[in-house]
């Protein structure tokens, strides 16, 4: 369907369902969801002439002095809402950014990945993902109390989270976003959602629209879904992890290779890929896993710690899953360092970037992770914040990635970040030495 098809078929999909508000959708650089209201009268100029904003006051897009943009919509994203904002229907749209001359905003994390999977295509690519999204609910959004205490795959009749489940598949089924599975996860009140796969740019779009399928339907049912990576202490954290795979613009999954070839399915391609991946993890880090807060998950031995690949070793940094005869198309490679506070743009764009850099340079793949020390296999990933900062700083992959407008910022709000965590008092410090050591 060409442009003028889709943008013909919005207009008539907005008046036959008496659509009143239109919300115009992006993110900002650290990944959050903005949104700009109109009305039905204003859409079919907004994908002309786009709808203008402050850029200043969107954390990671432009200064004060240059703060005009303008957002145009994706008539490919056009979503109805399945539920009613004071009993009138409402559609989301998710938007690129321009500055007032057309030109594609820096700032924009959409235009970051937009760019790297248009490289990926350029030399015969498509990059495929499926997320896999963990978070909590909770009673409320200041105390972080478990609405159950089930455990992995739990199922009770009284268990609130398979009922906040199961709406939540069926809004992102009714949003022809397609759901694989859902479950209860490892810890207290812990669940996640698998999304089937889809090309990188539609991919990070459902995760946003998930993100706020998700909480919408918590707060329907007065609790509370956090996406923070760790929330709890001495349970497990939220991860965000990422099945990702290079098909050719036929649609053939380039990934595999029979058993001959590699014991894991692997062709030469994808053992690049995941090199690549492993390579420059520390230096990406800071993409996949943004915050303070991110690196305390990293507290169990399930959790990779080091750079390294494995197929039935989950604390590897990358699985490749089982081959099942006959589904080559499935073939992938599962990053599971991610969670669920990363902008998911710019970390497919990072993760992307850091597989082609693996082809590019023919990268070997190192020995299979299988058990014991992983610092015999791979090199120690960043242990906080602070740490992923210095080589995320460093790389010149990262910077290419992004850009300098993207790169600069996440430099400057991270290391500000980071300088504020180290010098916060805490529960842990008062607990510790109020009372003397």
């Not at 409320?140 to 009284?158: F, K, N, Q, R």
């Not at 692997?266 to 492993?278: K, P």
């Not at 990635?401 to 805490?426: M, N, P, Q």
Request: one cysteine or more.
């Amino acid at each position: 369907m060409t442009d003028d098809k889709k943008i013909d078929y919005i207009l008539r999909t907005v008046e036959e369902r008496d659509i009143r508000y239109l919300r115009l959708c992006f993110t900002d650089v650290l990944g959050n969801l903005k949104a700009l209201s109109i009305s039905p009268e204003e859409l079919e100029e907004a994908f002309v002439e786009g709808i203008g904003f402050d850029g200043s006051s969107v954390d990671g897009f432009a200064s004060q002095a240059q703060s005009d943009l303008l957002a145009f919509p994706d008539a490919a994203t056009f979503q109805v809402l399945p539920w009613e904002n004071d009993g009138e229907a409402v559609a989301n749209v998710f938007c690129d950014i321009q500055t007032p001359s057309r030109t594609p905003f820096e700032g924009d994390p959409r235009r970051v990945l937009e760019r790297a999977f248009r490289k990926a295509d350029e030399k015969g690519y498509t990059m495929n993902v499926g997320p896999k999204l963990e978070y909590f609910y909770f009673t409320d959004s200041v105390h972080p109390t478990p609405i159950d205490h089930a455990g992995y795959l739990d199922l009770a009749s009284s268990d609130l989270s398979h009922d906040l489940r199961y709406a939540t598949t069926r809004a992102l089924e009714a949003m022809s976003i397609p759901v694989q599975y859902s479950f209860h996860a490892a810890g207290p009140s812990q669940n996640g959602v698998e999304l089937r796969y889809s090309e990188a740019v539609s991919c990070a779009d459902s995760i946003m629209t998930a993100r706020l399928v998700i909480r919408h339907i918590a707060t329907l049912h007065g609790v509370f879904a956090t996406f923070m990576p760790k929330p709890l202490q001495g349970v497990p954290g939220s991860a965000m992890f990422l099945y990702e795979s290079l098909l050719d613009h036929k649609g053939e999954n380039l990934f595999w290779a029979p058993k001959s070839s590699h014991p894991a399915h692997l062709s030469v391609l994808a053992q690049h890929y995941v090199a690549g991946l492993l390579k420059y993890a520390p230096e990406f880090m800071l993409i996949t896993n943004p915050t303070v807060n991110s690196y305390k998950r990293f507290d169990r031995e399930s959790i990779p710690s080091h750079t390294t690949w494995g197929r039935n070793n989950r604390a590897a940094l990358v699985r490749i899953p089982a081959h099942k005869p006959g589904k080559h198309i499935a073939t992938r490679a599962e990053l599971l360092n991610p969670d669920p506070c990363a902008n998911p743009y710019l970390a497919l764009a990072a993760t992307l970037m850091a597989g082609l850099k693996g082809i590019e340079e023919e990268l070997e793949l190192p020995a299979e992770y299988e058990g014991g020390d992983p610092a015999e296999y791979g090199e120690a990933l960043p242990a906080t914040l602070g740490e992923a900062l210095v080589r995320f700083k460093g790389s010149k992959l990262m910077r290419e990635t992004l850009g300098d407008h993207v790169f600069t910022y996440l430099c400057e709000r991270k290391e500000e970040e980071w300088r504020e965590s180290c010098i916060a008092v805490t529960d842990w410090d008062r607990m510790k030495y109020y009372a003397g050591v």
